[in-house]
T-cell receptor, first 109, second 113 residues
Framework: LAKTTQPISMDSYEGQEVNITCSHN???????ITWYQQFPSQGPRFIIQ???TKVTNEVASLFIPADRKSSTLSLPRVSLSDTAVYYC??????????FGSGTKLNVKP | EAGVAQSPRYKIIEKRQSVAFWCNPI?????LYWYQQILGQGPKLLIQ????????DSQLPKDRFSAERLKGVDSTLKIQPAKLEDSAVYLC???????????FGSGTRLTVV
């Protein structure tokens, strides 16, 4: 199973763009890259998933280089409500995913 | 679409007592997972069900933890006897093949004193 490495924490200010990078050097051919967001006292919430290049939805963008050994979650114009822990996972959609320790994003006013 | 339901929301028990958690997944989701999340850590997979069969329980402490999923729908996770280190949030998640990502419930916060 591919292991992921993310920064432990990041600080940002309201209105800024935040980029969180995840390393997954051992990603397998069939693996997808999935990001989750978790607020205190809640279960993780699916944000975005991709396989290669760029994926965008109403919440975030996910950038994946050609070698797929890393990925970057981009949150445009963050607000205080984006303060949360963000997890990067890699895995096949038909198998289990393992969570790392995540990146704690702190958005300041 | 209704989410993943879990109960109870909170539970406080003394060590060596037993406790059970219940999970009702999203209708039609064949795969169900139980995770343990200790404060400050990411969720740790305990067990994965596909319909009512166990796919992976390699990280489940089988001497004290047990789980079942009757009729491939609801699931219960039991701890007997509980230890202090079992204090954590127990998260249930479900997914459907072909639909990316899991949907998590809000979890049960267990405190063992």
């Amino acid at each position: 199973l591919a292991k992921t490495t993310q920064p432990i924490s990041m600080d940002s200010y309201e209105g800024q763009e935040v980029n969180i990078t995840c390393s997954h050097n051992n990603i397998a051919t069939n693996d997808y890259i999935t990001w989750y967001q978790q607020f205190p006292s809640q279960g993780p919430r699916f944000i975005i998933q991709g396989y290669k290049t760029k994926v965008t939805n109403e919440v975030a963008s996910l950038f994946i280089p050609a070698d797929r050994k890393s990925s970057t979650l981009s949150l445009p114009r963050v607000s205080l409500s984006d303060t949360a822990v963000y997890y990067c996972l890699v895995g096949d959609n038909f198998n289990k995913f393992y969570f790392g320790s995540g990146t704690k994003l702190n958005v300041k006013p | 679409e209704a989410g993943v339901a879990q109960s109870p929301r909170y539970k406080i028990i003394e060590k060596r007592q037993s406790v059970a958690f219940w999970c009702n997944p999203i209708s039609g989701h064949a795969t169900l997972y139980w995770y343990q999340q200790i404060l400050g850590q990411g969720p740790k997979l305990l067990i994965q069900f596909q319909n009512n069969g166990v796919v992976d329980d390699s990280q489940l402490p089988k001497d004290r933890f047990s789980a079942e999923r009757l009729k491939g729908v609801d699931s219960t996770l039991k701890i007997q006897p509980a230890k202090l280190e079992d204090s954590a949030v127990y998260l249930c998640a479900s997914s459907s093949q072909g639909i990316y990502g899991y949907t998590f419930g809000s979890g049960t916060r267990l405190t063992v004193v």
